[in-house]
């Protein structure tokens, strides 16, 4: 079965790794970046040779996006980031694995991410199941 395992992430969050100081949260240094970027690479390469990888994809930050909407039936484009929302969508993985309870564990091990200083205490990822037909909609 295929799940989906979705990570999120503020812009505050992606300024800070980018090195500029946000809302009293010390920018990361290249030490903490290397330290991430070592961890994700193990972990996918780990889950690319145990067969479970299908495809992972880091996201820009919020400040590059567009958001598409309507109102009265006329197409309204918003640029990014959103004042209504603190959290986007910041990267994803689709695993192929046994279970639900494998790919929680898989989220699980990607929420142990090295983060400078206390940690980041606020994140948190969904894992969904990924279907194949309308007949897996579960209705």
């Known amino acids: 079965m295929k799940y989906m395992i979705l990570s999120y992430a503020s812009q505050r969050d992606y300024d800070v790794m980018s090195g500029k100081d946000s809302g009293g ?18 972990v996918n390469q780990e889950l690319e040779e145990s067969g479970e990888l299908v495809e992972t994809r880091a996201l820009a930050a919020p400040v590059h996006t567009r958001r598409l909407g309507s109102k009265d039936g006329v197409p309204v484009v918003t640029d990014g980031p959103y004042a209504e929302t603190q959290e986007v969508l910041a990267g994803y993985w689709i695993v192929d694995c046994e279970s639900f ?34 007949a897996d909609m579960g209705f």
């Open 25 to 42: 949260q010390a920018s990361w240094s290249e030490a903490d970046v290397a330290a991430m970027v070592e961890f994700m690479t193990t």
């Open 101 to 134: 309870d494998r790919a929680t564990e898989i989220g699980a091990r990607l929420g142990q991410c090295p983060y400078p200083g206390e940690g980041y205490p606020d994140a948190y990822a969904d894992i969904r199941p990924v279907i194949d037909s309308s």
